[in-house]
């Protein structure tokens, strides 16, 4: 029987900025099947409000290349909200602002996360593999003999020169504080101060037609002993549920998701994909290596330890019709940019995941829309 469904999903490119990426919007407008771009303001710091005429001149810049741009990634949430301290109402109220600025520039998706001190954490940023590439890789033993600071020292020194999303100087600047703060914070607190943060926000999303995305904690398990609540189905279903609303989703990311083997990612991703509660998916590979340690990898499913295949038959049964990109990649052929987002690997991958969601999408007897390539 053939099913009446058209394969909508856009496949897109993450790219920094032209005074922060080492890659331009041509050359992401090169790479077959790309159609647009999950784009940042990186120059701004959590809790203060990104500009509307910033905004705009960033989407008329990716315009004028011929990509699309409805995501934006990075509106990071200040530490005081998620602390729930009393200055998180003028921080929230910057918040709202922003979410505003983006809408009236056309954005429909705003990429963010709620993880407590630390976004993203790797012990090695370019781990040498046998064929010379490197890729970022975590080993828990590795943050028992290292203390918060030195992790930041470490990490902030193996950028390439960029800035990383999620390790703001200003705010990393206050480390020790911060840490003393959450020593009296437990996952229920965390809960508490995000409902707050998400009753303030998503009303206004709502009324604004943008939907937040909430990214899934990386990696999936507590850091220094510090709470995180975003790393499991039971959690994000919990987070989905603290304001029932299709303005409050995910931005469902295989490789954090998946950095625990107890995950199932086509499980999940078909929990929520079919509840449409999924706006925008990150899809990379990672090898695991032992407890609490993996390395990330290419695309391929045969390079790593996540079904690739599978993940993305899961998004066509669905009838999944946001935007996805590929995620973190190995740095290859001698390139240097900022670590997991070089140009080579990541075009690769985009290119695989492309190919395994046209034949997916014919074998289901879908219509694929070949205006979608470039």
Not at 53 to 79: K, M, P, W, Y
Not at 184 to 212: H, T, W
């Amino acid at each position: 029987m053939i099913r009446e469904q058209v394969c909508l999903m856009k496949m897109v490119f993450r790219w920094f900025g032209a005074h922060d990426d080492s890659i331009s919007l041509e050359q992401i407008g090169q790479i077959p099947g790309c159609t647009g771009i999950f784009g940042s303001l990186p120059q701004y710091a959590p809790g203060e409000v990104w500009p509307e005429n910033d905004i705009r001149a960033l989407v008329q810049t990716v315009h004028d290349a011929g990509l699309s741009i409805e995501v934006i990634e990075s509106v990071n949430v200040h530490e005081d909200i998620k602390m729930g301290l009393p200055s998180r109402d003028r921080y929230i109220d910057a918040y709202i602002q922003t979410i505003r600025n983006l809408a009236q520039c056309g954005i429909k998706v705003i990429v963010y996360n709620f993880m407590p001190v630390f976004d993203w954490l790797r012990t090695d940023l370019a781990r040498p593999l046998p064929d010379h590439s490197t890729v970022m890789y975590y080993d828990d033993a590795m943050l028992q003999n290292v203390s918060p600071e030195q992790i930041v020292e470490q990490t902030s020194s193996k950028s390439n020169g960029f800035s990383l999303p999620g390790w703001e100087p200003e705010r990393l600047a206050e480390l020790r504080q911060v840490l003393v703060r959450y020593e009296s914070i437990d996952e229920d607190k965390l809960l508490e101060n995000y409902r707050y943060f998400l009753n303030a926000v998503i009303p206004v999303c709502e009324q604004a037609g943008v939907r937040m995305a909430v990214h899934p904690d990386d990696p999936a398990w507590p850091v220094f002993g510090i709470p995180r609540i975003a790393h499991t189905q039971e959690q994000l279903e919990r987070i989905l549920q603290l304001y029932d609303s299709p303005a409050n989703s995910l931005c469902f990311c295989t490789g954090s998701f998946g950095s625990s083997p107890q995950n199932d990612v086509p499980a999940a991703l078909r929990h929520f994909g079919e509840r449409q509660r999924i706006a925008c998916v990150h899809v990379r590979n990672i090898k695991f290596l032992g407890h609490k340690k993996f390395q990330e990898a290419a695309h391929l499913s045969a390079c790593g330890s996540l079904d690739l295949y599978e993940i993305m038959k899961v998004l066509c049964d669905v009838g999944f019709d946001g935007w996805l990109r590929p995620d973190h990649g190995r740095m290859i052929w001698g390139e240097r940019a900022r670590p997991g987002y070089g140009l080579y690997d990541r075009a690769l991958g985009l290119t695989y995941l492309n190919g395994l969601w046209e034949a997916i999408c014919k074998s289901h007897h879908c219509f694929y829309l070949e205006t979608s390539v470039n």
